[in-house]
């Protein structure tokens, strides 16, 4: 059986381009799973990706023309039936041979064996492997039907009566097995090895491709492609280098729209281009955004990291004169930056105090009120943050909040939403306002993803962490908590931040009594138990964050729910609850003791006996004595220790008990017949499990 090289590609009018990297990833990724899972392929053979804006193709080597045949093992019929009972066949087993094509003389190759409760016949046959027409036909339906496509549209095909559905109309299908053309069809197309190159600048319309190991070779040289998404964005990257280094500047660093251009163009050519310098008294967030977002450019940067009047573009097409095309570029992005500017220009002539009036008439929700309302809401939160982080930020929170929405109706952030919070930051700047204040406008939205910027101010997180809650709490207060993975409002982004800032920033707040006021503050009438199901959101958010490894540390749920078990009011205590027990249990007493905790967690919940306290006159037993002395020490000793929230030190200093508590369990009996002897023992070990409580809830963990 000769193994030869295959290619498949669909030739399809312009791809969406933000999706194009996944489509194309995808295409290739199923269409050879498929082909491995019918035994076409095998573990040598190697997958390649192609993909550009007008195709998705995929390259895979060591593929055989068939199938290897196997043998199966074929299920008839139960026993019962088959077989009378005397061991006869049956009129329904013959039957059923007689469909395989087999007579009676098969009989004696029938096998009896288990088939769950009862026992079946089985024949052993050899299945005729799929040939390569067949099996690749079977994958690329497959193939096609999982497609990560955004959004399908409808189209006639050229009989002018069918229609397919697809994400572009596909106009031609290449499918070639080393040099020869593998009989399939889809969308309407039957393979064949024609295709097309760049639109321009191809030596010819039509390209033949010779074998499945010429494609990249014969798009690049006749049709001016480059067909792979990798290869093409790293030319890209290179050519962006360069030609920003030629200028001694740097281009922007944005993977995505890097992946978005590259979705745009067959065959790249980065130009340099430029704008007048007066737009630069623009705020380089508005002319970089308008740049990005409506041109795909790559604004560059100076050494410093401060904006040029120069950008680069990357064009579709090779001419030898290439002024035009820049010419062009720069006449295109002129009224853009030119809206930007009359934009900000107007904007500042009118302060943020002076637009609240209007925050009045834009709606937060139906249920919640206009962004007014939520103004006085984040405020309210803002200022009792402010008042216990203390240095005077519940004044400044108190103003910050109170104007933190009013670039929500600016002409700028009307245009761009994306600038919210940074337009504020420079018209608060331009009214005049405190630097701290304006740094808390901009701050409120940070982070604004995983891994982002925290705010830095006092303010700042002040007002961060109370957008974020209010936005919790409020919808939560209207029962619209996120479900599966349907997050409408951002709340796990929202729960996320808020987290981050908390216990990265050692804000010792207390989360739950945030939530309560929060709560108390909608203009609704909130149910009991909204504020646990925050507060157990906000927790669940929490696991993530540190089960992901956001933290380094070397978390188990195990060790989550040990110490959520005491449900910290703060994320900060949580945390510090955590480190120390990561800290305990890398000693060697650790397990031993996790281990007695629950040996007492199961003794006590069988008997509420435990609630009277120790009475010493009632040991009988030394060890009985012994741990309560040496219990009593240790509650001495690490008093102070959980007062200045020293767990990592009280838990070293427990776990010194635990020679008394193996001696413990080693001499006494627990539930002994003396109900007053019984009843201190448990007093006792109630008492002792109390003092781990105090860090977390030790039968939670393995052992």
């Known amino acids: 059986m000769t193994m030869q090289n295959l290619l498949v590609e669909l030739f399809v009018e312009e791809l969406p381009p933000k999706a194009l990297k996944n489509l194309g990833e995808s295409f290739a990724a199923t269409l050879s799973e498929s082909l491995k899972t019918q035994g076409l392929t095998n573990a040598q053979s190697i997958t390649t990706s192609f993909a550009s804006p007008r195709r998705l193709a995929v390259h895979i080597t060591q593929v055989a ?3 290897a045949d196997k043998a199966i093992q074929q299920k008839l019929m139960p026993v019962s039936v088959a077989l009378t009972a005397d061991g006869v066949a049956t009129p329904a087993l013959l039957k059923k041979l007689t469909s395989l094509g087999l007579t009676e003389q098969a009989l004696p190759q029938l096998k009896r064996a288990p088939d769950g409760k009862t026992e079946a016949l089985f024949l052993d046959i050899q299945v005729a492997g799929v040939t390569l027409a067949e099996g690749l036909q079977k994958a690329l339906d497959e193939t096609l039907s999982k497609l990560p496509i955004p959004k399908v549209m409808s189209y006639q095909l050229n009989d002018g009566w069918s229609s397919v559905n697809f994400v572009r109309p596909a106009h031609g299908l290449v499918a070639l097995h080393g040099a020869s053309i593998v009989q399939i069809s889809v969308l309407g197309l039957a393979a064949g090895r024609t295709t097309q190159g760049h639109r321009f600048e191809a030596r010819q319309p039509q390209i033949d491709i010779k074998d499945a190991d010429s494609y990249a070779s014969q798009l690049e040289n006749e049709g001016a492609v480059l067909a792979s998404f990798a290869a093409r964005r790293n030319e890209i990257a290179r050519q962006l280098h360069n030609a920003a280094t030629q200028e001694d500047l740097q281009p922007i660093t944005d993977e995505a729209l890097l992946d978005e251009v590259t979705a745009l163009v067959e065959r790249p050519n980065v130009l340099t281009c430029q704008f007048e310098k007066e737009f630069l008294e623009v705020p380089a967030e508005c002319l970089i955004l308008t740049m990005k977002a409506n041109q795909k450019y790559f604004p ?12 680069l573009v990357v064009s579709n097409i090779r001419p030898t004169d290439a002024s035009r095309v820049i010419q062009g570029n720069e006449r295109v992005v002129r009224p853009r930056l030119a809206d930007a500017k009359f934009f900000f220009d107007e904007d500042r002539k009118h302060t943020l105090m002076s637009r609240l009036t209007k925050l009045s008439k834009v709606v937060y929700h139906n249920q919640l009120g206009s962004q007014l309302d939520r103004v006085e809401r984040v405020r309210s939160l803002a200022k009792l943050i402010g008042t216990q982080l203390g240095k005077d930020t519940d004044a400044k929170a108190d103003q910050a909040a109170q104007i933190a929405k009013a670039d929500l109706v600016t002409d700028m952030v009307g245009e761009f939403p994306e600038l919210q919070g940074i337009m504020g930051r420079y018209y608060a700047l331009a009214d005049g306002l405190d630097n701290e204040v304006a740094e808390a406008i901009r701050e409120q ?16 997180m002040a007002l961060a962490i109370a957008e974020k809650l209010e936005t919790l709490c409020g919808i939560f207060a209207v029962g619209q908590k996120p479900t599966g993975t349907k ?13 981050r800032i908390l216990i990265e920033r050692k804000l010792p707040l207390n989360l739950s009594a945030l939530i309560e006021h929060a709560l108390q503050q909608q203009p609704l ?33 195990e060790m989550f729910d040990a110490v959520l078990a005491n449900r910290p009011t703060s994320p900060l205590d949580f945390d510090t609850r955590l480190r120390a027990l990561d800290g305990f249990l890398k000693l060697s007493d650790a397990q031993a003791l996790a281990a007695a905790n629950k040996r007492i967690n199961n003794i006590l919940k069988k008997t509420d006996a435990a609630n009277t306290g120790v009475q010493p006159e009632c040991f009988v037993e030394n060890a009985e004595r012994s741990l309560f002395e040496q219990l009593q020490n240790a509650e001495a000793d690490t008093a102070p220790l959980f007062a200045a929230g020293n767990y990592q030190a009280a838990l070293t200093r427990l776990a010194l008990l635990r020679a008394s508590v193996d001696q413990f369990f080693d001499s006494v009996m627990v539930m002994a017949d003396d109900l007053k002897v019984r009843q201190n023992r448990l007093a006792l070990l109630s008492r002792l499990r109390s003092v781990f409580l105090k860090v977390a809830d030790l039968s939670c963990l393995p052992g």
């Open 525 to 557: 009438q909130v149910k009991s138990d909204v504020a646990a199901e925050v507060y157990d959101y906000i927790m669940e958010r929490l696991r993530g964050y540190y089960l992901e490894g956001s933290t380094h540390l070397a978390i188990t749920t």
């Open 65 to 67: 023309p068939a199938a």
């Open 487 to 499: 997050d409408p409002f951002g709340l796990r982004r929202a729960a996320i931040g808020l987290l």
């Open 300 to 311: 560059l940067l100076d050494a410093t990291g401060k904006l040029t009047h120069k950008f």
């Open 445 to 460: 939205y940070l982070p604004r993803g995983a891994g982002d910027e925290l705010p830095v101010t006092s303010t700042g």
